[in-house]
């Protein structure tokens, strides 16, 4: 299949024609007219987005979200690739359910999924999962976390940390310690005080953190900070990278806009793990990730079926969808604040993320040659977020009502088109929207 | 508008109506008199007085009668206005009831509702500034300050020194 | 107050006044033997518990009983309803059978504006406390209760100096006063170990202090708040012991006050724990006071929510 896309913006402002072929950029240039047309009208092409942090729900909660519905989702957020978090049921803790997730994927054909392995069996915190069968079954798993759980046990962290250097692997800590975080809803300051909902310390994700970084250090290995939310974990992760130690960290959308007040209302569509923090947080985060402390956006698309959050706020789960608005906040909080151009947010949300995980095909610059995994987004666009048009199968998105800039128009995976004028066009996936 | 009654009228009729309860009771010993709030209460302590140069002191107290309304449901809801039963109570006694205006009768009927959660007069009477007429219960006043007869659409404004700086009684035209 | 009592940030100083001036009201009225006043004839008033409280349920049951509403006890206790899902079910049922107000308790923080903010009924709602929250009721109760023992207070209460001791963290009523006490004017100081004091307490326009004696010398309300012995277990105090001697109201604490002090306790008391007998017994201590100004200020409230025309909620599904 050989596609020509006319009239593409590029970062630095050139009109082009794009042509692919055999799922690679064949050529760039202009007067392009081989196979079918697609005219792009000026707006920008930039790669494919590549998420490191995805909860697909399957197998095992497939009333939530499944493999095809989330990467449904996925493409109509502009992302190519996505990463999906282990704590299904059963977890992703051996090669089968990995290699089943893989599989899934690939037969949905809307993004590359790549499973992420569980790092203690069942997610359990004491035994170290078979990373080594993961890592070299057919899903070739380099992402491992117990993300939903801290791997707070400190010596099973070590040993989880040391033992991917094997393969090259990664392990991707959700940072919080379990005994400072019982029962905890919401951030600790102001506003759980005056909810009476029981806080959740900053101090309880940058022990964590602190911790790690110096683990990490001692046995020379990769570790990766899931969704930082605090000031004084961005500080952590800045001096740790001064002292060259080999820590990446990430940031979701949603932490990047929201704050704590918004539980004000008791609205578990708040409810989030880690929580919404304070306003002096989200500035940290801004900084930190237009300076490239933080090194990638994670979306931490967390699906949830309805009756899970329409009840009081402690019984409801914690979690957000975040797929299909992850760039269009992004836009909001970095783009239009002037804290980042277009090209760091392309390396914050495609580059990066895929040179941590190894995704080779991704994350490529769009150039002759590079892997057409593509997405072309309308930068001068608002739209207004309607929970009823996702294509994920939860509607739990905190976003609902709100006007956000810049929206994904065509997305391109490996030469093929999957989304067309904002809609999934392969045939027999998608069409829940 | 139209000023139907004026400063002086108004206290003629009710120094008329402290005669009138004086006679009708055969002095004063076992009257008790139970303003109904706002305005009635300043009304009862007008006839109070006057009541004290004809015959003597009589008690004087106050009765809400907002919990008894069969209204409540057709407005925001109302504070409540103070009730204070002299001490002497009301067992037994000729209570006269005093109020500003006696139209459908509704505030009469709640305030005999009222009355009968504190205790049981010999009888009760009613004074009123007052009578426009439209009844819609069984009611009638044993004292009547001026009979006004209006239109079902008009108003009847009582104002009275105490709250409103000057005394009058006026008609306003309906909308 | 609009439609419902959610927390005390739904009144005005003015407001919470009215009520404290209708509860004075009724009270005369309620003096000597009580017949029922007709003004909630027709209305249905749902108590519905998820935590036991007989004491808050039998005095929200009085209040509309005596107003004449017609009372449905809904008991759910929180064992028998794991997921919130419940909640609305039950919110549903309520609403099919035409409830006019819901008191609910509830041990989830929230619970109480979730159910009026959902969508699932259009009655008003009564917060009788919601985890560790608040529980607006027992503030209007006791600052009634004050006023009547302060009579000059009126509808200012500067210039009273009001300590709250005890479990300040979990306390829905410590919450309530403090935003009540201090929307009056009074100045309030919180008495307690570090540990039960909120991070947020910054923000709560009050003093604190962690010395009970230095604290409480000029105090005209000296307010005890009930402590959990399961708060030993969770270390937010090595013993029950170490607690009682630090800010426990023992008898020679109790005669240090100032002779027209007077001492408060929600209830239930653990005596011997934050209070000894003798304190909760002793002239000074205006518990029964607060359990019968409890009444009449329910009756104030469900009068001020349901004795005016009908809310017209629109109920989604």
Redesign the interface.
């Known amino acids: 299949m050989e596609f020509t896309i006319k009239n593409a913006r590029m970062l630095d402002g050139a009109i082009v024609d794009v042509e692919i072929a055999n799922g690679l950029i064949k050529n760039i240039g202009s007067g392009l007219n081989n196979g079918e047309i697609l005219d792009a009208e000026k707006n920008l092409l930039i790669p494919g987005l590549v998420d490191l942090h995805t909860h697909l729900r399957e197998p095992g909660r497939e009333d939530s979200e499944t493999v095809a519905t989330g990467s449904a989702a996925a493409a109509k957020g502009g992302f190519t690739a996505i990463s999906a978090m282990a704590n299904t049921f059963p977890v992703a803790d051996t090669a089968g359910v990995v290699e089943q997730v893989y599989r899934l994927g690939k037969e949905a054909g809307l993004c590359d999924v790549f499973p992420i392995g569980a790092v203690t069996q069942g997610l359990n915190g004491n035994k170290l999962a078979e990373l080594g069968a993961m890592a070299n079954s057919k899903a070739q798993v380099r992402i491992f976390s117990d993300d939903g759980k801290c791997v707070s046990d400190p010596l099973l962290m070590r040993r989880a940390l040391e033992y991917v250097k094997t393969f090259n692997g990664i392990i991707a800590q959700h940072a919080q310690e379990p005994a400072l975080t019982v029962g905890s ?1 919401m951030n ?12 959740w ?1 900053a101090v309880a994700e940058e022990a964590i953190i602190a911790r790690d970084i110096l683990l990490a250090e001692h046995v020379g290995s990769r570790l990766h900070i899931c969704h930082l939310t605090t000031a004084g974990g961005v500080d952590l992760v800045r001096f740790a990278k001064a002292r060259g130690i080999q820590v990446t960290a990430e940031v979701t959308p949603h932490h990047l806009l929201l704050t704590d007040d918004l539980v004000s ?3 578990p569509v708040f409810k989030v793990n880690p929580p919404l923090r304070t306003q002096s947080d989200v500035i940290a985060l801004r900084k930190g990730l237009a300076d490239g402390t933080i090194d990638i956006v994670g979306t931490d698309h967390a699906p949830h079926p309805t ?1 899970d959050k ?7 789960a914690f979690g957000m969808v975040g797929l299909e608005t992850a760039l269009s906040v992004v836009v909001k909080s970095m783009i239009d604040t002037k804290l980042m151009d277009w090209q760091t947010l392309v390396n914050r949300m495609s580059i990066a993320p895929a040179k941590i995980a190894g995704y080779s095909k991704h994350g490529q610059d769009v150039a002759k040659g590079s892997s057409a995994n593509l997405t072309i987004v309308d930068t001068s666009a608002n739209w207004i977020v309607d929970r009823n048009t996702l294509a994920s199968k939860s509607k739990n998105t905190p976003f609902q009502g709100m006007t956000l800039p810049a929206q994904v128009l065509h997305t391109f995976l490996n030469g093929e088109l999957v989304l067309r004028d904002s809609k999934i066009i392969k045939s027999g996936i998608g069409g829940s929207n | 508008m139209a000023t139907v009654l004026d400063a002086g009228e108004i206290g003629r009729a009710l120094k008329r109506i402290a005669h009138e309860i004086n006679e009708h009771n055969h002095g004063i010993e076992n009257v008790v008199l139970l303003g109904i709030p706002t305005r009635g209460a300043f009304l009862g302590n007008r006839i109070a007085t006057f009541l004290g140069e004809i015959a003597g002191s009589v008690p004087v107290g106050t009765l ?1 009668i907002t ?2 309304r069969d209204d ?14 002299p001490t002497s109570g009301i067992e037994g006694k000729d209570v006269v009831l005093v109020d500003d205006v006696l139209f459908s009768g509704r505030t009469i009927r709640a305030a005999l ?1 009222a009355l ?3 205790g049981r007069p010999r009888s009760v009477q009613l004074a009123v500034l007052v009578d426009r007429g439209h009844r819609e219960l069984p009611i009638r006043a044993d004292y009547v300050g001026k009979n006004i007869p209006t239109s079902a659409s008009e108003s009847v404004r009582v104002h009275l020194s105490e709250i409103d700086g000057e005394d009058s009684v006026e008609i306003l035209a309906g909308a | 107050m609009d439609k419902h009592l959610l927390s005390i940030n739904d009144l005005s100083a003015d407001e919470a006044i ?1 009520i404290l ?2 509860a004075s ?2 009270s ?2 309620s003096d ?1 033997p009580m ?1 029922k ?3 909630l004839r027709g209305r249905t008033v749902v108590n519905l518990f998820f935590e036991d409280s007989t004491r808050t349920r039998i005095s929200f049951e009085s209040a509309a009983k005596r ?1 004449s509403a017609d009372v449905i006890n809904f008991s759910a206790k929180d064992s028998s309803v ?4 419940s ?2 079910d039950t919110a549903q049922t309520l609403q099919a059978m035409g409830a006019d107000a819901v008191v609910i308790r ?6 109480a ?2 159910l009026a ?2 969508g699932w009924i259009s009655a008003s709602v009564i917060n009788a406390g ?5 529980h607006p009721t027992q503030a209007l109760l006791d600052a009634y209760t004050i006023r009547s023992k302060f009579p000059d207070l009126k509808s200012d209460f500067s210039g009273l100096k009001v300590a709250i001791v005890g479990d300040i963290l979990h306390s ?1 009523v410590a ?1 309530s006063n403090v935003l009540l006490l201090t929307k009056l004017g009074a100045k309030v100081t919180l008495i307690a170990p570090p540990t039960l004091i ?7 326009n009050v003093d604190v202090s962690y010395d009970f004696d230095s604290a409480v010398k000029d105090v005209d309300v000296l307010m005890m708040l009930r402590v959990q012995s399961e708060r030993m277990a969770d270390s937010f105090f090595p013993s029950e012991r170490e607690y009682s001697r630090g800010y426990g109201l023992d008898i020679a604490r109790l005669n240090s006050l100032k002779e027209s002090a007077i001492v408060m306790h929600p209830g239930p008391m653990n005596r011997g724990l934050e209070i000894s007998a003798e304190s909760a017994d002793s002239h000074k201590s205006v518990v029964l006071a607060q359990v019968s100004n409890g009444v009449l200020i329910r009756m104030a409230v469900l ?3 349901l ?4 809310f017209t909620g629109e109920v989604s599904a």
């Open positions: 809803q600790e300051g102001i506003v759980s005080s005056k909810l009476g909902l029981a806080g310390p209302n008791y609205d009756e329409d009840c009081e706020w402690q019984s409801a | 809400d919990l008894h409540l449901r057709l407005r925001p809801p109302r504070p409540l206005l103070p009730t204070n039963i509702d009968g959660e504190i | 009215q001036n209708t009201e009724l005369k009225i000597g017949k006043l007709p003004t107003l794991s997921k919130g899902e909640l609305k509830h041990g989830a923080s929230g619970a504006q979730r903010d959902s919601d985890g560790t929250h608040e829905r919450r909120p991070v947020g307490v910054v923000d709560w009068y001020q929510l004795g005016g025309a009908a």
